[in-house]
Nanobody
Framework: QVQLVESGGGLVQAGGSLRLSCAASGRTFSSYIMGWFRQAPGKEREFVAAISASVGSTYYTDSVKGRFTISRDNAKNTVYLQMNSLKPEDTAVYYC???????????????????WGQGTQVTVSS
């Protein structure tokens, strides 16, 4: 069982930055793929970024490449999402998720993540 708690959301102007954190409970954090997803009002939840368990390979949706960076600190059981050059269209509730997914081809699939945080609101004003 893994419990996830996000923090770091807030209101920021376009062009600004935020750093989201997701603290995980449990001893096996390092064995999980960690992902960030987001859901805007009236839209489906979408994949943002993921980081593999051991090597730390990273994956991003096209709309955030070059602006967002996912990282993890296995000693602290924490995954981060550094968000720079924020745009109003980045406004959403951001969720972190953990899963044991054995192919990077499936990291974008929310159905394969077993554990989810409660979400943190990110609002980008224009």
């Amino acid at each position: 069982q893994v419990q996830l708690v996000e923090s770091g959301g807030g209101l920021v102007q376009a062009g600004g930055s935020l750093r989201l954190s997701c603290a995980a409970s449990g001893r096996t954090f390092s064995s999980y793929i960690m992902g960030w997803f987001r859901q805007a009002p009236g839209k489906e939840r979408e994949f943002v970024a993921a980081i593999s368990a051991s090597v730390g390979s990273t994956y991003y949706t096209d709309s955030v490449k070059g602006r967002f960076t996912i990282s993890r600190d296995n000693a602290k059981n924490t995954v981060y999402l550094q968000m720079n050059s924020l745009k109003p269209e980045d406004t959403a509730v951001y969720y972190c998720a953990a899963g044991r997914i054995y192919s990077a081809s499936y990291y974008t699939s929310s159905r394969l993540y077993a554990y989810w945080g409660q979400g943190t609101q990110v609002t980008v004003s224009s």
